[in-house]
């Protein structure tokens, strides 16, 4: 998906209105950009020897790396990621600071570059 500069903020701006965490990976599950929740939830240094989900981190390698997703849920991501699927939905639980979180994973494939 390419954006103009213009379309590129007001997309931003979109995502930061939506309730939740969200945030946009290419097509190798690199982070692009990540809303204003997502980065002060996932920043880094909250928990020990974790550097965070951040721009520019490959989000499937260091969630796996970390238990985060299972196997099978990475690579439903990464089909969503290859245009092999649409759409891959899954709800998963992470331990974060000191208790469980559940989270919903949705994972969209944009339309294409218009």
Request: charged share 25%; glycine share 8%.
């Amino acid at each position: 998906m390419h954006l103009t500069s213009q379309k590129s903020n007001e997309f931003k701006e979109l995502l930061d209105l939506i309730p939740g965490y969200a945030c946009v990976l290419d097509e190798n599950g690199k982070i692009l950009y990540a809303d204003k929740s997502w980065q002060n939830f996932y920043r880094p240094g909250v928990v020990a020897n974790f550097s965070g989900l951040v721009v520019g981190t490959d989000y499937l390698d260091e969630c796996s790396r970390w238990g985060i997703l299972s196997e099978a849920q990475v690579k439903g991501v990464r089909s969503v990621l290859k245009r092999d699927t649409l759409i891959y939905e899954t709800v998963y639980s992470c331990y974060y600071l000191g208790e469980v979180k559940w989270f919903l994973l949705k994972a969209v494939c944009p339309r294409g570059d218009e």
